[in-house]
């Protein structure tokens, strides 16, 4: 179990989503084991004695953004309501606990709010997450309520503007930090079709560690697949794409099996974009500012109250089209494969992005880096636009 913690706090360490030394994990085993400093593992041991839940992650994010939202909000806001659809289906609403209410029953006060929910955000203390079974899932969440509050604080730049010396602060720390462009390593890039079965899983593998490690998802979350004659190898469904080793499944490219039931939840979107196409790859992830300005309706007088849901128009960022739809159950697969073909890109509102190769992997992951760097150059171009 110990190695569990080390791993997990390695990978929030490795994605730089928290401060050095600012982070701990725990898990009820035997006895409680915990790992990092000792004033967040005692606090995360006196809420881990009064929930049913086995591991708990605390962590104060690099960018300070979590005080940030909640200095943002309005006195009387109790939750953050995330406004991309991965984590409305994924976490509903996020409590915000402000650091006046942080008095002596802190601890039972954040183990009533984690009772009922994944995540919390926790003034001058950072995100608070559960794994209801396993240190992992206590990252997992961790990583994905990181998300929301990215995506969340970016987008209200730009709809409802600065509002303090902070956010400019901020703002400029932002820039500093995602003006340069994604480069992609060599190891990325590798053009050549792999022929073999065993190639075919060892690019897979490593596509996957490579969105990973160019941080084009979060929680490692997304899905990868290739096509070879008659079968799609597809990743698992809540398989991580650095670690796919053993967790990807061959299956027919043909509705008539009823395999892939380990297969990726968007096995189906897959299969009807190979139809649609004829690519080879697919790559699928949740690069963030291309999720924040996917929700950006720039229609004015759209009536639409759902545009994730309800918009009947196909939008574009570049050449990129963005569509409506909803996780899984088919929704993304109507959409996105009828007009995926044309620059072998597109976004889903505040979703995620999906990359075609038509020959090869690298040819999806520069799309979806090119889709990526795309976005930040016009979020702050936007922004800068919306400062002045
Ligand atoms: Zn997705
Ligand atoms: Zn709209």
């Known amino acids: 179990m110990l190695s569990q913690l080390d791993k997990y706090l390695g990978k929030l360490h490795r994605d730089a989503l928290v401060k050095p030394q600012r982070a701990a ?21 006196a809420i881990l004695e009064r929930i049913n839940v086995l591991a708990l992650a605390i962590a104060e994010p690099l960018l300070p953004l979590t005080d940030l939202l ?29 650091k006046t209410e942080l008095t002596t029953g802190a601890s039972a006060l954040l183990a009533d709010l984690l009772g009922s929910r994944k995540g919390i955000i926790v003034e001058g203390v950072g995100i608070v997450t559960t794994g209801a079974m396993t240190p992992e899932m206590a990252y997992i969440n961790w990583s994905s309520v990181w998300h929301a509050v990215f995506v969340k604080y970016l987008s209200d730049l730009l709809t409802t503007g600065i509002r303090s010396p902070d956010d400019e602060l901020m703002v400029a720390a932002l820039r500093e930090q995602y003006r340069r462009p994604i480069t992609l390593a060599d190891c990325c890039v590798r053009a050549t ?11 897979i593998e490593r596509i996957g560690r490579c969105t990973v490690d160019l941080q084009l998802v979060d929680s490692a979350f997304g899905n990868i697949s290739w096509r070879d004659g008659g079968m799609i190898y597809i990743s ?11 967790c990807i499944d061959p299956v027919p490219c043909d509705n008539s099996s009823t395999v892939g039931l ?37 229609e004015t007088g ?3 109250i759902d545009c994730w849901k309800d918009c009947p128009r196909i939008r574009f960022l570049a050449t990129t089209p963005i569509v409506p739809g909803e996780i899984g159950a088919g929704g993304l697969a109507d959409k996105v494969a009828p007009v995926i073909g044309a620059a072998g890109t597109a976004l889903v509102y505040g979703h995620g992005v999906f990359t075609l190769g038509r020959e090869h ?26 400062m002045t």
């Open 302 to 304: 759209c009536e639409n």
């Open 70 to 98: 909640i200095r943002r909000a309005a006195p009387d806001c109790r939750t953050l309501v995330p406004s991309d659809t991965e984590t409305r289906t994924f976490l509903h609403d996020i409590p915000l606990v402000r």
């Open 193 to 203: 079709p792999p022929v073999e079965r065993s190639e075919i899983y060892a690019q």
């Open 361 to 386: 992997f690298g040819e999806a992951l520069e799309r979806l880096v090119a889709v990526e760097n795309w976005c930040r150059q016009e979020y702050f171009r936007r922004l800068v636009v919306r």
């Open 236 to 246: 698992q469904t809540g398989a991580s794409l650095d670690e796919l080793a053993g």
């Open 25 to 45: 994990l725990l898990v009820k085993d035997d006895k409680l084991l915990a790992q990092g400093p000792a004033d967040l593992s005692s606090l995360g041991a």
């Open 262 to 298: 380990t297969a990726s939840s968007e096995l189906l979107a897959h299969r009807r974009i190979y139809e649609a196409t004829g690519a080879r790859a697919i790559l699928h992830g949740h690069p963030k500012f291309a999720v924040v300005l996917s929700m950006l309706c720039a």
